[in-house]
C-alpha cells in the first residue's frame, strides 16, 4: 500500500531563508500531490495542489516540485516569516491509476521560523 | 466564506458512552470525510462518503459508524467508546469528480475518553 515520509524532525531556519520540506512516497505515483498547512489545535487548511504531469508549481512564496522518478516532492518557502511557522502536511490521493479524491497524509514537518 | 462547522471542539466522555460528532459543510460537496489525526501517526481516514446515504469504510473503520442523510451533513459515531479513541476528529469536504480533490477541514473535535 501506499505510504508517504515526511521528515519528522522540527525544521527551524531564521527568518528570511529559504525552507525546503520533503515528501516522499514509496509506491505508484498518484494523480496529484497536495500540501497542506495546519496550525495547532486547527484544521489542516489546503495550500498548492500539483499533478504528476507537472514538475513545478508557484504561488506567492510558496513553490512545489514533483519529481516522479524519484517519488519525491519539495516544498519550498522563500523569505520566510515567523507566521510561516506551522505543520505541514504532505496529501497524496489514493488511487492508483486515476484519482479517487480520497487522500493519504503524511505525518508533517513542524517548521518554526526564527526572527 | 465557505465552511465546514463540527459541532463540538471539545468533548470529554466515558468508556461505554454513546459518542455523536457532527459535521455540516455549506459548499455543497459530494464527498465527505471523517479523519482521526494522532501524534506520530498523522491522519487517518476512518470513513468516507462520495453521495447522500452513501459510505465506505477508510483505513480504519473499527469501533465507528456514519450517517449521511443529507447532503451537508456527515455524522460520526462511537457506538461504545474507549480509551482507545481519544484522539483529533477532523472532518472534511471536496467537491466530486476532476483531478483536484482539495479538502476544506473542519477545526476538529478533540475528544477525550476516560
Known sequence: ?115 | DVKVTQSSRYLVKRTGEKVFLECVQDMDHENMFWYRQDPGLGLRLIYFSYDVKMKEKGDIPEGYSVSREKKERFSLILESASTNQTSMYLCASSKAGGNTGELFFGEGSRLTVL
Request: net charge positive; proline share 4%; hydrophobic share 30%.
Open chain 1, 1 to 115: 500500500s501506499q505510504k508517504i515520509e515526511q521528515n519528522s524532525e522540527a525544521l527551524n531556519i531564521q527568518e528570511g531563508k529559504t525552507a525546503t520540506l520533503t515528501c516522499n512516497y514509496t509506491n505508484y505515483s498518484p494523480a496529484y500531490l497536495q500540501w497542506y498547512r495546519q496550525d495547532p489545535g486547527r484544521g489542516p487548511v489546503f495550500l498548492l495542489l500539483i499533478r504528476e504531469n507537472e514538475k513545478e508549481k508557484r504561488k506567492e512564496r510558496l513553490k512545489v516540485t514533483f519529481d516522479t522518478t524519484l517519488k519525491q516532492s519539495l516544498f519550498h518557502i522563500t523569505a520566510s516569516q515567523p507566521a510561516d511557522s506551522a505543520t505541514y502536511l504532505c496529501a497524496l490521493d489514493m488511487g492508483y491509476g486515476g484519482a479517487t479524491n480520497k487522500l493519504i497524509f503524511g505525518t508533517g514537518t513542524l517548521l518554526a521560523v526564527q526572527p
